[in-house]
């Protein structure tokens, strides 16, 4: 289990390494290397909790689909939020919902919360175990299961993957 | 031509992106609580600063890379710092404007008396 930690804490720091470098010179990448494993060996334990088992194909492919998901909900949360911003009247109504989640990873459960934040409306205020606290800016629902549907919506089927 | 498409794609996103920029900051002016403010400025920030970033690298293609880990990285970390200084300001009694339902307080509230 340490090994896999460490090893996809490297396998991250490298790529992100190469791609910033943006070369592939002997010197760069030897160097690059020698960096993430040293980073790692104080970082791995804290970055991820199952190691390789993020690089599941499904859970990949997840990922990537999320992506796209995300994207198109950034932008209708900006547009969204433009319009409350330049009309005259300001409209609110604002309250703290709580909502579930079935979540386990918490790698997962920051990636939903940051999507929370940035989709129509909505903020992550705080994380209790499987609870969060959600600032909604127009609350349409105070029931926990459904202000957990029109909150969460997609995102939690796309992160969840595998278990 | 495909010179000119990018560019022409760049200047659009950089505009796009200012045009953001200038929204949040203008929401962080008009709202009325330090909640609906970080609401307002992390959204439009977030999505200003990444049109910005990309923009920059549609006109310069040799920064590509380097300007997509750019938006990625700012993608996963603005939203988690206003998060923070929300729930910071949350438990500090900070209070928020005219809530219509307020679950966090009953809760924070049987923490304290546990504590």
């Given at each position: 289990m340490k090994i896999s930690r460490l090893f996809f804490t490297v396998l991250f720091l490298f790529a992100i390494w190469v791609l910033l470098t943006g070369s592939l010179r002997y010197d760069e990448l030897i160097t690059g290397l020698f960096v993430a494993v040293v980073v790692s060996l104080f970082t791995g334990p804290l970055f991820?909790?199952?190691?390789?088992?993020?690089?599941?194909p499904k859970r990949i492919w997840g990922k990537v689909v999320y992506l796209f998901v995300f994207m198109i909900e950034l932008v209708k949360a900006n547009v969204d939020v433009a319009k409350r911003v330049l009309?005259?009247?300001?409209p609110l109504n604002p309250g703290i919902v709580r909502v579930k989640t079935k979540l386990k990873e918490d790698m997962d459960k920051l990636w939903l919360a940051n999507s929370i934040t940035l989709t129509p409306g909505t903020m992550t205020l705080d994380i209790k175990g499987d609870e969060l606290f959600i600032h909604w800016i127009?609350?349409?629902?105070?029931?926990v299961e459904e202000a957990g549907e029109v909150i969460k919506g997609a995102f939690e089927r796309h992160l969840g993957g595998v278990q | 031509m495909l010179s000119t498409i990018l560019t022409y794609t760049g200047y659009v996103l950089l505009v796009i992106g200012c045009f953001f920029l200038v929204v949040s900051s203008l929401g962080i002016l008009r709202m009325p609580d330090l909640y609906n403010r970080l609401q307002a400025g992390t959204k439009a920030s977030t999505l200003g600063a990444m049109c910005t970033i990309m923009g920059v690298g549609f006109l310069h293609p040799e920064w590509w890379v380097k300007c997509f880990l750019l938006t990625l990285f700012i993608l996963m970390t603005n939203p988690l710092s206003s998060s923070v200084l929300a729930r910071a300001s949350l438990r500090s009694g900070v209070k928020p404007y005219?809530?219509?339902?307020?679950?966090?307080e009953e809760y924070y509230r049987k923490e304290k008396e546990e504590n």
């Open positions: 991820t909790r199952r190691g390789i088992y993020h690089l599941h009309s005259p009247s300001l127009d609350v349409k629902t105070s029931d | 005219k809530l219509v339902v307020d679950e966090c």
